[in-house]
């Protein structure tokens, strides 16, 4: 195993970097903070590119709560960015959604009888509409491992979706243009006009796929916290993406406890130490990743200014203000002690003056 001297820059520098990058997806264990770093990401980028779009695609959205921005569905331009756009998208077919009729709301049903052709059609009709934007770059702020991960099996959750309606023609014939004509509604039930409609979004998804295999346009940033579920969440996370061909070799542990400011906390220590453990094994499974550790803080980042000015740890390596060990956190160390004992003999002179009076 290599030292940590010899392992790739802790930062996200190399994302920046890459002016051919047209998809970064950021996801991981659920509560771990990946809003605020995918947010940070699409405003580092838009000071390197000429537009950035961020969506987010988990159902609880939270992007609107990090800029503190109401969001929606169609891209906005962030309060303060002149190329920064975002957008809430939720990645499952809305029932009962205006517009849905005719062809829509029929392979709406239809989808349902195909477990998870339903999102993976909302999925492929969001990046068909995406695409057609004109967009530098485009991050996503995806849904905890498990939703990320079946988002991500789209392409052939079509494929096995569009095989199986090829199954039912064969089976039954022309019963669905004769169900149309039936009913009055022409030829828009037809077979030929639904697999059709079909053939042409697995384009779509064949030419996305394509690209999110190629590691010069796609990658994907894995955010974690120093703790056994979330490092065996990020374990499962980049096999899958390795399973799928996506490329990913940034890992952001987020919530880190630096040995700092002479910590006097035995649970403070405790923590430290729990989390060090886990941060070995991650250094040692991910030798070859671009590993960026963020400080922990007192506050929630929200806002615009706070997210800008969290930004900097995620370009340079975050250091603790005051090293243990040196003569400065000696001098600090010792200060504090004298305030604690000054504050201990002032509640014993209080103590001894109530005795007195009883």
């Keep these: ?80 960015f002149p190329n920064l756009y975002a957008m809430e998208v939720d990645p499952n077919v809305e029932e009962g959604e205006e517009g849905q009729e005719g062809m829509d709301g029929f392979l709406s049903d239809l989808a349902n009888s195909i477990p998870g052709i339903d999102e993976a059609m909302s999925f492929a009709e969001m990046l068909k509409l995406v695409q057609t934007m004109d967009y530098s770059v485009i991050v996503f702020d995806t849904a905890p491992t498990g939703h990320t991960l079946r988002l991500l099996q789209f392409p052939s959750t079509l494929e096995k979706g569009l095989t199986k309606m090829m199954s039912l023609k064969s089976k039954f014939g022309g019963l669905l243009g004769q169900m149309g004509r039936l009913f009055g509604v022409g030829d828009e039930f037809g077979e030929d006009a639904i697999l059709g409609r079909l053939e042409g979004m697995k384009d779509v998804i064949e030419q996305v796929n394509r690209q999110f295999k190629d590691p010069d346009l796609t990658t994907f940033v894995c955010v974690c ?19 799928f061909e996506i490329d990913t070799h940034n890992i952001i542990i987020n919530q880190v406890l630096f040995d700092e400011e002479g910590v006097e906390s035995k649970l403070l220590q405790a923590r430290m130490k729990m989390q060090q453990k886990y941060l070995d094994q991650f250094y040692m499974l991910y030798d070859d990743f671009n590993i960026t550790k963020l400080p922990l803080l007192p506050e929630e980042v929200c806002g615009v200014e706070a997210l800008k000015a969290f930004s900097k740890h995620f370009r340079k390596p975050y250091e603790p203000s005051i090293a243990r060990g040196t003569v400065e956190e000696l001098e600090l160390r010792v200060s504090r002690l004298q305030g604690q004992l000054r504050d201990v003999v002032s509640e014993l002179e209080k103590a001894r003056k109530a005795n007195k009076t009883l």
């Excluded at 195993?1 to 051919?20: A, F, H, I, L």
């Excluded at 921005?69 to 331009?77: E, N, S």
């Excluded at 916290?225 to 399973?243: G, N, W």
């Design 1 to 80: 195993m290599s030292g940590k001297e010899d392992m790739p820059e802790g930062t996200v520098r190399n994302v920046m970097e890459q002016e051919n990058l047209k998809w970064v997806f950021v996801g991981g264990k659920g509560g771990v903070g990946k809003t605020t770093c995918s947010s940070i990401l699409a405003i580092l980028l838009a000071s390197v590119r000429s537009s950035v779009l961020i969506i987010s695609t988990d159902p609880a959205h939270n992007l609107s709560d990090a800029f503190q921005q109401r969001f929606t569905k169609a891209p906005t331009l962030v309060i303060g």
């Design 225 to 243: 916290i120093p703790e056994f579920l979330s490092l065996y969440e990020t374990e499962r996370l980049v096999q899958e993406l390795t399973k």
